[in-house]
């Protein structure tokens, strides 16, 4: 079973910069797709941005050149670099693992982590 641990999230004003970290346990992780969510107030949780094993990336219009996702398969940890922050990207952020890309893209899982809250002030 995956665990997955979320860390970074914070206070930050708008403009501003946070990089949000995400610690996955068991041995599929060089294998698998990660993806990073987000799920604001009284919304959906969306995908942010998904990286394949080998680092194909993707990401949601609203982030895109604002966003990077990458990861360090030797510490099984996947990365969101957040630049130029808005407050419209206040949210609680996820991340999550599959070997099945798609599923990764269309957030298809029955377990989350605990996320970390991002909070951009204007």
């Known amino acids: 079973q995956v665990q997955l641990v979320e860390s970074g999230g914070g206070l930050v004003q708008a403009g501003g910069s946070l990089r949000l970290s995400c610690v996955v346990s068991?041995?599929?992780?060089?294998?698998?797709?990660m993806g990073w969510y987000r799920q604001a107030p009284g919304k959906q949780r969306e995908l942010v941005a998904a990286?394949?094993?080998?680092?194909?990336?993707d990401y949601v219009d609203s982030v895109k050149d604002r966003f990077t996702i990458s990861r360090d398969n030797a510490k099984k940890t996947v990365f969101l670099q957040m630049n130029s922050l808005k407050p419209e990207d206040t949210a609680v952020y996820y991340c999550?693992?599959?070997?099945?890309?798609?599923?990764?893209?269309?957030?298809?899982?029955?377990?989350w982590g605990q996320g970390t809250q991002v909070t951009v002030s204007s």
């Open positions: 999550n693992a599959d070997l099945n890309y798609e599923v990764v893209k269309r957030a298809r899982f029955g377990s």
């Open positions: 068991g041995s599929i992780f060089s294998i698998a797709a």
């Open positions: 990286i394949t094993s080998f680092g194909r990336t």
